[in-house]
């Protein structure tokens, strides 16, 4: 059964430094999400990309963050400069016809 | 406008009995009400997923009951096992799933043997 992978699984970083999440989404599939989720607490939104442009975003999704898709299988989020709060589950999705398939998540910790 | 709001926040059931959780919503935009499973360390996990134009759906062991006039949903585990033991996440969506889903808070379910 296809799936979302991500990688890399964890990632510790120290604060200011830059950090590239990767997700690669099921192949067929057009839409494509971040989610984060802090220790504890919900899953929330982070941005939406269909057609190699961001479609939604979210507040938290500031200049800090950016997506891509590089190529035609791997979809990017890129943190420039992190912070201590940013320190999260971060979760790719991606959409079949109705429904969001979630990969496994990178645990990123800042120090 | 966005919320989803889930109640109860944790939940322990006896093995073999039943497990409720709720969850209600404000916006009537909102056209697709999928429920998740996470387990520790795992990403959601897509259970069931219910539509506004039925009131009930069931998979197996799991029913969403849907109530559109009171805004509201809920998932029932029937004979509850304790590999069911995780967290539970309602959310909702427009556009039948293709936009971005809101949460609920999750609520952790114990299964006692």
């Known amino acids: 059964e296809p799936e979302v992978t991500q990688t890399p699984s964890h990632q510790v970083t120290q604060m200011g430094q830059e950090v590239i999440l990767r997700c690669v989404p099921i192949?067929?599939?057009?839409?494509f999400y971040w989610y984060r989720q802090i220790l504890g607490q919900k899953v929330e939104f982070l941005v939406s990309?269909?057609?190699?442009?961001?479609?939604?975003k979210s507040e938290i999704f500031d200049d800090q963050f950016s997506v891509e898709r590089p190529d035609g299988s791997n979809f990017t989020l890129k943190i420039r400069s992190t912070k201590l709060e940013d320190s999260a589950m971060y979760f790719c999705?991606?959409?079949?016809?109705?429904?969001?398939?979630f990969g496994p998540g990178t645990r990123l910790t800042v120090t | 406008q966005q919320q989803v709001k889930q109640s109860p926040q944790s939940l322990i059931v006896q093995k073999g009995g039943i497990s409720i959780i709720n969850c209600a919503y404000e916006?009537?935009?909102?056209?697709?009400f999928p429920w998740y499973q996470q387990f520790p360390g795992k990403g959601p996990a897509l259970l069931i997923a219910?539509?506004?134009?039925?009131s009930e759906k069931k998979e197996g062991r799991f029913t969403i009951s849907f109530n559109k006039s009171a805004k509201q949903f809920s998932l029932h585990i029937m004979d509850s096992q304790p590999g069911d033991s995780a967290t539970y996440f309602c959310?909702?969506?427009?556009?039948?799933?293709?936009?971005?889903?809101?949460f609920g808070q999750g609520t952790r379910l114990t299964i006692n043997p």
């Open positions: 916006n009537t935009a909102f056209d697709y």
């Open positions: 990309f269909y057609n190699n442009e961001i479609s939604e």
């Open positions: 219910i539509r506004p134009d039925v």
């Open positions: 192949s067929n599939h057009l839409y």
């Open positions: 959310a909702a969506s427009k556009n039948q799933g293709a936009q971005k889903l809101v």
């Open positions: 999705a991606s959409v079949g016809e109705y429904e969001q398939y």
